[in-house]
Each structure stands twice: as C-alpha cells, then as structure tokens.
C-alpha cells in the first residue's frame, strides 16, 4: 500500500486537479441538496463533508440493511430519494419499474477509472448502461481454515459430501444458498425452472445436519476464531478474515458463483441533475475512490486505485478476484416474483425442517 506521506501528496494533488479540471470548488448554490440511500458503512462519511465542502451541495444521507429494505424504503415514498446504492438484481428491478434515469456518462469527467470488465458485468442488468454506475463488487465463495482442511478446496462438493459435517457455516440467505446448491448441481443460479429450484432446496435439505449454523455477517468470525471450518462468505469478508487469521483462504469454487455488483442510479425524484451527477463523479474520481476502498475494503471497480495497490494487493483474490476466478460466475438478475415467493417458501420449509 502506498505510504501514508506518499498517499496524502497523491491525494493533494488530485484534488487540485479535480477542482482545475471539473470546477469542483464552484459552489452550485445554498439551494442545492442530494438525499442519497446507501447500505450502511458503505461510505466513508468523511467523504460526504469533503463533496459538501468542494461542491455546496448538502447530502441528506440515508441508509439500509438490505436491498430489499431499501426497495422498500424507495418505494414507500415517505421520502423522496435523489440517489440509490443498491445490489444488481435490485438496480435491474428499479429499471423496469421506470424507477432510474438515464445517466449521461460523457458528464462523468472520471468514468473512464471504471474498469470495461465491470461495465460488461453491469450490462447483465443494465443493457447499454444507461442508468447504473459501478461503486463495489466481489464474488462469493468458501472461506476456509487451511489447518483444518484434508485437501484441495476448489469445489462445492465439499459442503455436500459429509466430510466436513458439523463444521461449516452457511449463509442465512434466501438468494445466496440457492445459488450454491444450483451452481454445485450444474444450473443457472438465475434459473426459473422449478424442477431445478426444488432440486436445490432438496440438496440443501440434505446438507442441513451436518450445517453448524446459519449467519450473515458472524459466519466470517466462526471461522477466524476457530469454531467452524468453512463458510459462505463474501469475499471483502474474506479479505478482513485473512487480516485476523492468516491461516483462512478463499475461493471461488470451480463450478462458478455469484458475481455481485453494486451500482448507483438516480431516480425519477432528482429534480438537480447535474448535483447528482457532480457526486457520482465525485466518487469515481481517483483519490476519493481510495480513500473509500481504504474505509470499506471490497473489490473496487476503479482502476486507477487498483493501478495504486502493491503487486502483494493486485494478486490478492480478495480484494482484485482474477478472471479466471470468475469465468463460471453470472450476475444476479433474477427479479421474477413467482421465482422469488417460490424459493421464500421452500427456505421456509428447510429452516423448518
């Protein structure tokens, strides 16, 4: 990582630039205001008073657990959102309400430090990238304990096949425990076939007794402190787990996962356009970019702070998933309600069981 005297010079210097080359320290008026919905700690908030500072515009900032509290949230209406960070599927679901705008990128002074491969990953659910900016993406794989392990860990097979029973850790999540049953079972996991849904809730069901627990956020933390020998983890919670225990390692099972991709939109409310195009620029925008991925530390999008990283940091799967870990990886744009009360109903029954 580059030394912090190094990276406060950088950072100097890049903000004098954005401000020569975007007018960064033009104010847009007292009037101008953003409300802005984002996941929690997913920003860093010392950010947010740098934009207010450069720009004048003030962000009213919200946030949410999940993406489906954020739809919700969105669509109650109670407040009338400028901006939304939100997953994939969700970003997909928001288009084809007519919920997004379409976004004029040739104003985004720093878009070109989005990578093409993460536009590409976005065209899954937004064809054209018309409406959606990448902010931070990842895969999802196993995080295991290479002590505890009795070989190669490369597929998914080793959650199903009884050796480990007792010590892994799933993920308590509708979309991301189908998707390891329907990608171990050779399906899409944006399949709408049910035959093929029913099939993965019978695996998993199977799976049950020899799964020690399932968890969200905790399932990285068994691992770490030695209760568990596997987990369904992201892989930003993958990378902090190796900061605690450098014996954990990752990886993204031969038979693909999920790629995830969160992006930013501005919605249908946004009556000061060019306010909200001045902060997704701001976010692009290189040293902002770093200082953020420092705050947050998943899979950044933006090159320039991945031309940035050390060469230990670029070969870290972690943090920049290569693309041969993600060959067999689909994005998640399943938004099909019968497919999404289908697999709600059948996680019911298995947790029940």
């Not at 908030?45 to 999940?66: M, N, R, S």
């Not at 430090?113 to 899954?124: L, Q, R, T, V």
């Not at 993965?200 to 905790?218: F, H, N, R, S």
Request: contains cysteine; proline residues 3%.
């Amino acid at each position: 990582m580059i030394g912090k005297m190094k990276r406060a010079a950088l950072v100097g210097v890049c903000v004098l630039l954005a401000a020569a080359m975007t007018g960064c320290g033009k104010k847009s008026g007292p009037a101008a205001e953003l409300t802005v919905v984002n996941y929690g700690e997913y920003l860093d908030p010392d950010l947010l008073e740098q934009f207010e500072e450069e720009t004048g515009i003030k962000v009213h900032y919200e946030e949410a657990l999940t993406p489906e509290e954020m739809y919700t949230k969105y669509k109650s209406g109670a407040i009338e959102y400028d901006l939304v960070c939100s997953a994939d599927y969700m970003m997909k679901k928001l288009i084809e309400e007519g919920e997004l705008v379409q976004i004029d990128r040739s104003k985004l002074t720093y878009g070109s430090n989005i990578g093409d491969k993460y536009w590409k990953f976005s065209e899954a659910f937004d064809p054209g990238n018309k409406y959606t900016v990448p902010y931070f993406w990842g895969t999802l794989g196993i995080l295991y304990d290479t002590t505890k392990v009795h070989g190669p860990v490369d597929s998914w097979d080793v959650l199903f096949n009884g050796e480990y029973a007792g010590e892994i850790v799933m993920q308590n999540s509708v979309r991301d425990s189908f998707m390891v049953a329907l990608k171990y079972l050779g399906y899409s996991l944006n399949t709408d076939n049910e035959d093929e849904i029913r099939e993965a809730q019978q695996l998993l069901i199977a799976q049950k007794p020899d799964v020690q627990a399932y968890l969200v956020d905790e399932a990285r933390d068994e691992v770490v402190a030695g209760n568990a020998t596997m987990a369904i983890v992201y892989s930003g919670e993958a990378y902090l787990g190796h900061e605690y225990n450098s014996d954990l390692a990752y990886v993204v099972p031969k038979e693909g996962s999920n790629v995830w991709l969160d992006s930013w939109g501005v919605t249908k409310h946004c009556d000061n356009m060019d306010a909200a195009m001045q902060f997704l620029d701001f976010l692009c925008r290189e040293d902002v970019a770093m200082t953020n991925f420092e705050y947050i530390y998943y899979s950044t999008p933006n090159e320039a702070v991945i031309a940035a990283l050390s060469e230990e940091e670029q070969a870290d799967e972690t943090l920049v998933p290569s693309d041969d870990a993600t060959v067999n990886c689909e994005v998640c744009t399943q938004t099909d309600e019968a497919v999404t009360e289908l697999m709600n109903e059948l996680w019911k029954e298995l947790k029940a069981e």
